[in-house]
């Protein structure tokens, strides 16, 4: 007779100690939860920006319609794409601590802009007039205390989800450099 074991996969395994880890850091010296997370840009040519995050490159644009030519995701298309993706990872990273095994996560996002504000036609906000989105999440889980607080933590614990629905202090200038 033998007998069949199944193991987590190595990658799952590797996430759920890393995060673990990070978790005892910060419960060990509150000082270690402090991070801080940088971008540049430099607008090169028409709407087309180069933006340099850590070690990663990647460009902004606007599509042909509004005077771009479409050569990457414009800049509130990102702040969409980085709801999705955070939402994505909170619920990965909770799920493996909850002992929750999840087979997929998917996030489906979109928002409203009143161009009347970017272009400055009316005292409309030149930002997102609405966002929403539509979390998936496909697991063979089924205690409902811990689908809950799955939910829960998608919902309280996403930092792009929080920064989207609170207001945060934003502090900067203007500058002209003259050549």
């Given at each position: 007779?033998?007998?069949?074991?199944?193991?987590?996969p190595k990658?799952?395994?590797?996430?759920?100690?890393?995060?673990?880890?990070?978790?005892?850091?910060?419960?060990?010296?509150?000082k270690n939860?402090?991070?801080?997370?940088?971008?540049?840009?430099?607008?090169?040519?028409?709407?087309?920006?180069?933006?340099?995050?850590?070690?990663?490159?990647?460009?902004?644009?606007?599509?042909?319609?509004?005077?771009?030519?479409?050569?990457?995701?414009?800049?509130v298309e990102?702040?969409?794409?980085?709801?999705?993706?955070?939402?994505?990872?909170?619920?990965?990273?909770?799920?493996?601590?909850?002992?929750?095994?999840?087979?997929?996560?998917?996030?489906?996002?979109?928002?409203?802009?009143?161009?009347?504000?970017?272009?400055?036609?009316?005292?409309?906000?030149?930002?997102?007039?609405?966002?929403?989105?539509?979390?998936?999440?496909?697991?063979?889980?089924?205690?409902?205390?811990?689908?809950?607080?799955?939910?829960?933590?998608?919902?309280?614990?996403?930092?792009?989800?929080?920064?989207?629905?609170?207001?945060?202090?934003?502090?900067?200038?203007?500058?002209?450099?003259?050549?």
């Amino acid at each position: 007779m033998s007998t069949l074991t199944t193991t987590k996969p190595k990658t799952e395994t590797k996430l759920n100690e890393a995060i673990s880890g990070v978790i005892a850091a910060v419960q060990e010296d509150p000082k270690n939860a402090a991070a801080t997370f940088s971008v540049n840009s430099k607008l090169e040519e028409g709407f087309h920006s180069r933006i340099k995050a850590r070690d990663f490159d990647f460009v902004s644009d606007e599509p042909e319609a509004l005077g771009g030519k479409d050569a990457g995701p414009n800049p509130v298309e990102y702040v969409l794409g980085a709801l999705a993706a955070c939402q994505e990872i909170v619920i990965k990273a909770h799920a493996g601590q909850l002992g929750i095994d999840l087979k997929s996560v998917k996030v489906d996002v979109s928002g409203d802009l009143d161009l009347h504000g970017f272009f400055a036609l009316s005292d409309a906000r030149p930002g997102f007039t609405n966002v929403r989105y539509q979390t998936f999440i496909e697991t063979e889980e089924e205690d409902p205390v811990k689908l809950q607080k799955l939910k829960d933590l998608s919902l309280e614990n996403c930092p792009v989800l929080d920064i989207i629905k609170n207001p945060v202090p934003v502090s900067g200038e203007v500058s002209y450099i003259n050549n």
